[in-house]
Each structure stands twice: as C-alpha cells, then as structure tokens.
C-alpha cells in the first residue's frame, strides 16, 4: 500500500485537487515516433471535446510522457521542453488549459550517460505523478492516468490514481474482462468515450 505524501500546495491557483494525467503521444496527439518538431503535433480526433468535458468537470490537466528518445540521443532534453510548451500553448489558445507536461527522459539502454539509467519516473514507475501531486496539491486518490498503453495505465494505479487505458479496438467503455488486462485497469476506446463516461456519472 502506498502511503500518502503531504502535498505542497506551492501557489496554488486552483482549490481543484482532482486531476486527470494525460500520457502524451498516441493519446493527446497522433504518435509519429518520437515526435520532436511541432510542425508535426496533430491532436487526435475527439481529444480537443474530452479535454474541455474534463476541465468542465474540474479536473486539472496534465501531460505524464516517457521521452527515451533524450537517453537514446535522438534529441536534447531542451528540445523536448520546446515542444511541451508550445504544446501547451497551442492548447492554451484553444481554451483548454494543460498545467504542466512532465517527462521522463532516462532510459537504461540509452547512450548519453546522463539519462541512461533505470529510474523512478518512466512509467509504469509513478515518480512523475507523485511529483506533480506534490508540487501542484494534488489528491491523487480523487485522480486519473489516462494513455494508450498498459504501462500508462499500471503508473496511475502504482501512484494511488485509477488507472485508464485507451485500447480502439475496445467494444465496451468499461471491460474488466480481458486476459492482457490486469483488474481495476478501465478501458475505453477512446479519451472522449472516457471523458463522456465520466460526465455522466460525475
């Protein structure tokens, strides 16, 4: 069982604790592989609606990426924080308002020496999770972590949140009967079909 951490509140804007943690690419944007240029961030059909039902419902919005390509030497860890802002940013201008994106840039087979290590942040790890509960007050019990991978969905459950996985090919919005799918973790065939879900039973 994992013991809850005092959060600090830091500056708060929002009395809000719930969240919604949004892995990045392939969930809030189309994966073209190690996405680095922002000429090439295209939102997923449906994402733009279930982000603005979320924030309706008062979740606050954040991205939790794995970026192995900084430990690989693909690109810089600056770069991906080029990208994040104008991610956010470009969510910004559309009134949707994404506080923070974490990432994780390490990776044990990497080969820049700095980040090639095994770590407490790349998911299904929760250390970026339990960073932003503590750095943005967060209740991660009242909170989701939402991606296109088990692996997403394992870091919310190993942080306390509830753990949601976007599977397309999935044909009921809550199926707990998959053999490749471990209990308690949801799936939904989309992050709309999961933001409608939730709207209804909030």
Not at 65 to 89: C, M, P
Not at 133 to 148: I, W
Not at 160 to 186: C, H, M, S
């Given at each position: 069982?994992?013991?809850?951490?005092?959060?600090?509140?830091?500056?708060?804007?929002?009395?809000?604790?719930?969240?919604?943690?949004?892995d990045r690419d392939g969930t809030v944007n189309r994966n073209t592989?190690?996405?680095?240029?922002?000429?090439?961030?295209?939102?997923?059909?449906?994402?733009?609606?279930?982000?603005?039902?979320?924030?309706?419902?008062?979740?606050?919005?954040?991205?939790?990426?794995?970026?192995?390509?900084?430990?690989?030497?693909?690109?810089?860890?600056?770069?991906?924080?080029?990208?994040?802002?104008?991610?956010?940013?470009?969510?910004?201008?559309?009134?949707?308002?994404?506080?923070?994106?974490?990432?994780?840039?390490?990776?044990?087979?990497?080969?820049?020496?700095?980040?090639?290590?095994?770590?407490?942040?790349?998911?299904?790890?929760?250390?970026?999770?339990?960073?932003?509960?503590?750095?943005?007050?967060?209740?991660?019990?009242?909170?989701?972590?939402?991606?296109?991978?088990?692996?997403?969905?394992?870091?919310?459950?190993?942080?306390?949140?509830?753990?949601?996985?976007?599977?397309?090919?999935?044909?009921?919005?809550?199926?707990?009967?998959?053999?490749?799918?471990?209990?308690?973790?949801?799936?939904?065939?989309?992050?709309?079909?999961?933001?409608?879900?939730?709207?209804?039973?909030?």
């Open positions: 069982m994992l013991t809850p951490e005092k959060p600090d509140l830091g500056d708060k804007h929002d009395a809000s604790g719930k969240a919604v943690f949004l592989h190690f996405l680095i240029d922002f000429a090439e961030f295209e939102l997923i059909p449906g994402v733009e609606d279930a982000l603005r039902i979320l924030q309706g419902l008062g979740y606050r919005l954040f991205g939790v990426s794995n970026q192995s390509g900084v430990a690989k030497g693909y690109f810089t860890y600056a770069a991906v924080e080029d990208l994040n802002r104008s991610i956010v940013a470009d969510l910004g201008a559309r009134g949707i308002r994404l506080e923070e994106i974490a990432f994780c840039p390490h990776h044990p087979e990497g080969v820049v020496t700095e980040y090639a290590k095994a770590c407490g942040c790349r998911k299904p790890a929760p250390g970026m999770l339990k960073d932003l509960a503590r750095k943005h007050g967060l209740d991660l019990s009242q909170s989701f972590m939402v991606g296109d991978s088990d692996s997403d969905a394992q870091a919310g459950l190993n942080a306390g949140a509830q753990g949601v996985w976007i599977r397309p090919e999935t044909t009921q919005l809550v199926d707990f009967g998959r053999v490749d799918n471990p209990r308690k973790i949801k799936e939904f065939p989309s992050l709309l079909d999961f933001a409608r879900n939730l709207r209804e039973f909030a």
